[in-house]
């Protein structure tokens, strides 16, 4: 059988393996280095934000960012419904009450059902760049600024992706990123919290080590209970390569996403992904929507006796079994959930690899 055609690939292209020999060779491979200095400045700069901390992954940079805002057992924060889980799970984790908004029409989470959500007893929101699509974080800013709420942007599929002209990651109080290995570009594990505000920079880079003292003599005297969420100087190496290519690796998703565009456009009842005009979209990953009626898991199955691998959409906040029931109806969120499924879509992506996929949807909705 031909090699099956992951949906995800790290394109390894620059000098991943210059940077790396270099970062053993300092023997600076725990969580301080010249890499782990460099990638703050190459994030804070596709950030278009004054300060980057990097850390272990995006699940724990989410982690940093609420334990920096203070969030506490029984504070409010509104979140999409239709989201990957980890801000959630950073949410309920601290004990904070998740108030879940459906998606509107770009898939991300509707700002109209956010001001309806706002209640005197909110503490933040956060909003999620859901597949490289920015939000609608200039109206959902706007209106946590009126409130003096804060807010948290989940960037992590979205580095590079802009709304009106704007970085992703540019809008909120704080802003997190992964730098997984299916990401844009990686570091193999890693993450980000970016800010403006040089007060949370500061309290970020205690938090993410144990909060030691700046002094020689007062290097044990912690001023906080901060964690160990240190990124690798080795993985920063990995980090800072791939970052010296972000607006090539941009490139090159957003072509793949062009061309399935025009290979698909026609086919009937196949949902294609929303671009709105306000946004340049990172396209993290290519989803379709499959038309109504389809079973999903016999489509994803005929991919895959083609060698095509898929996944599935997120799967909705209100049907996940660790978060408490929660009222209200998310038709939106549903359909996504139900008829979604996300294909091969890599940096460096070959024509012939993307006519397979095609082929093979064109073949498998046939029947
Ligand atoms: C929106 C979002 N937030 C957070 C994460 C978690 O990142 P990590 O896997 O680096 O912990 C992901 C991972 O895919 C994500 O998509």
């Known amino acids: 059988m ?9 394109c390894l292209f620059g000098k991943e393996l210059e940077y790396v020999e270099q970062a053993l060779r300092s023997t600076h491979i725990s969580g301080t280095g010249s890499f782990v200095d460099r990638m703050e400045a190459l994030v804070a700069e596709a950030a278009g934000t004054c300060y980057a901390v990097v850390v272990s992954s995006g699940t724990s940079a989410l982690d940093l960012a609420f334990e920096a805002l203070g969030v506490a057992a029984g504070d409010e924060v509104i979140a999409p ?6 801000p959630v799970a950073a949410l309920l984790r601290r004990g904070a009450t998740v108030v879940p908004v459906d998606a509107d029409d770009t898939w991300n989470m509707d700002p109209d059902g956010v001001e309806a959500a706002l209640t005197d007893r909110t503490k933040g929101i956060v909003l999620v760049h859901t597949y490289g699509h920015p939000a609608d ?12 709420i804060w807010v948290v942007e989940d960037a992590a599929e979205a580095l590079g992706a802009q709304l009106d002209g704007r970085p992703a990651g540019a809008f909120g109080d704080l802003a997190t990123f992964s730098f997984y290995a299916n990401k844009v570009v990686t570091s193999g ?11 949370k920079a500061a309290r970020l880079r205690a938090l993410r080590s144990l909060c030691f003292g700046d002094s020689w003599a007062e290097r044990f005297v912690h001023t906080g209970a901060g964690f160990n969420f240190r990124l690798s100087n080795v993985l920063a190496a990995i980090g800072c390569a791939q970052l010296e290519h972000l607006s090539e690796a941009l490139a090159s998703k957003r072509a793949v996403a062009a061309r399935y565009r025009q290979l698909l456009g026609g ?4 949902g294609l992904p929303p671009e709105s005009a306000r946004v340049l979209h990172s396209y993290w990953v290519f989803g379709v929507l499959l038309p109504s009626g389809r079973d999903r898991r016999s489509v994803a199955d005929q991919l895959w006796a083609s060698g095509i691998e898929t996944r599935p959409f997120f799967h909705p906040l209100h049907r996940q079994p660790s978060v408490p029931p929660v009222r209200g109806a998310f038709p939106r969120s549903e359909q996504l959930s139900n008829r979604g499924l996300y294909l091969p879509s890599y940096v460096g992506m070959a024509e012939r690899e993307l006519n397979r996929v095609v082929h093979a949807i064109h073949r498998a909705l046939a029947t």
């Open 2 to 10: 031909i090699d099956p055609l992951p949906v995800s690939r790290p």
């Open 81 to 86: 419904n239709f989201t990957m889980f980890a």
């Open 137 to 148: 974080a200039t109206r959902i800013c706007e209106l946590a600024r009126r409130r003096g």
């Open 189 to 199: 594990e890693g993450g980000a919290v970016v800010t403006n505000d040089p007060v």
């Open 267 to 270: 086919v009937s009842g196949l």
